[in-house]
C-alpha cells in the first residue's frame, strides 16, 4: 500500500512539473497575457492536465509571483505597471552594471567558458537566427542569471535572483521581440563576455549598463506606441 502511495505521488509530482513547465513558458512568451484572468477548467483543457497536478502547478507559479490568486475573483497573470516596469530597469542597469563589474574580477575561467558555450547554443536558435525571438530558459540557461552569479556576490544575487526574477525574465522576452532587438541584445551579450573574459571589470560595466538602458529605451517606444 504504501509503495503504491509513493508511486502516485511521484506521478502527480510528474504530471504538475510537466504543466508547470509549459505554463510558466506560456506565461513568458506571453501566450498568456499580462493581467489576464483564467480558470482553472480553461487551463486544465488548455494544458491536457487534470485538477491536482494543475493546482500544484499554479502554487508553483504563485510562489515565483507570475499569477496572484484573489479570493472570489480568481486567478490573474501577474503584470507590473508601468512607471514599475521602468523603475526596475533602472533599478537593473545599476546593478547588473555593478554585477558584471565584479564578474570580470570574480568569475573562474571555466565559468567564462561555460558562458561562451551558452551564448554558442543560443546563436543556433532558429528564432534567434530569424531575428523574431531571443527566449531563453530560467537560471544557468539565462545569459544575465550567469552574470549575476558570476559576481560572487551574495547580496547582490539575492537582490537581482529574488521574488522580481521571473516577473522581470517575462518582460525582457516579450518586449525583446520586437524590430530586430533579438539579435542585437544577443551580440549586445557577446560584448560583454568579450570585456569579462579580458578581465576588463570597467568595460563590463559600461557594456551592461548599455545593454540593460538600450532595453528600457525599447520598452519606453513601445509603450508610447501602445493605447
Known amino acids: 500500500m504504501q509503495q503504491v502511495e509513493l508511486d502516485e505521488d511521484r506521478n502527480l509530482r510528474t504530471a504538475a512539473d510537466r504543466v508547470f513547465e509549459a505554463l510558466q513558458d506560456a506565461i ?8 489576464a484572468r483564467v480558470g482553472e477548467t480553461d487551463l486544465a483543457l488548455r494544458f491536457g492536465t487534470s485538477r491536482g497536478p494543475l493546482r500544484e502547478a499554479l502554487r508553483r507559479l504563485e510562489s515565483r509571483h507570475l499569477v496572484e490568486r484573489t479570493p472570489h475573483v480568481g486567478i ?7 512607471h514599475a516596469l521602468i523603475e526596475l530597469y533602472f533599478l537593473r542597469e545599476a546593478l547588473e552594471g555593478m554585477a558584471a563589474r565584479l564578474a570580470a574580477t570574480h568569475m573562474t575561467d571555466s565559468e567564462i567558458e561555460g558562458i561562451k558555450a551558452l ?15 531571443y527566449f531563453q530558459r530560467e537560471g544557468d540557461l539565462d545569459f544575465h542569471y550567469r552574470i549575476i552569479h558570476g559576481s560572487h556576490n551574495g547580496a547582490l544575487i539575492e537582490l537581482l535572483v529574488g521574488e522580481l526574477y521571473h516577473r522581470i525574465r517575462m518582460y525582457r522576452y516579450q518586449f525583446s521581440a520586437y524590430a530586430n532587438r533579438p539579435q542585437r541584445a544577443f551580440r549586445e551579450h557577446q560584448r560583454i563576455v568579450e570585456a569579462l573574459e579580458a578581465r576588463d571589470g570597467d568595460l563590463a560595466e559600461m557594456l551592461m549598463r548599455r545593454h540593460i538602458s538600450s532595453a528600457r529605451q525599447n520598452i519606453e517606444n513601445h509603450l508610447k506606441e501602445s493605447p
Open 119 to 133: 551564448l554558442a547554443a543560443h546563436e543556433k536558435d532558429e528564432a534567434l537566427k530569424a531575428d523574431t525571438a
Open 76 to 82: 490573474r497573470i501577474a503584470s507590473l505597471e508601468q
Open 28 to 35: 513568458v512568451r506571453g501566450d498568456l497575457k499580462p493581467g
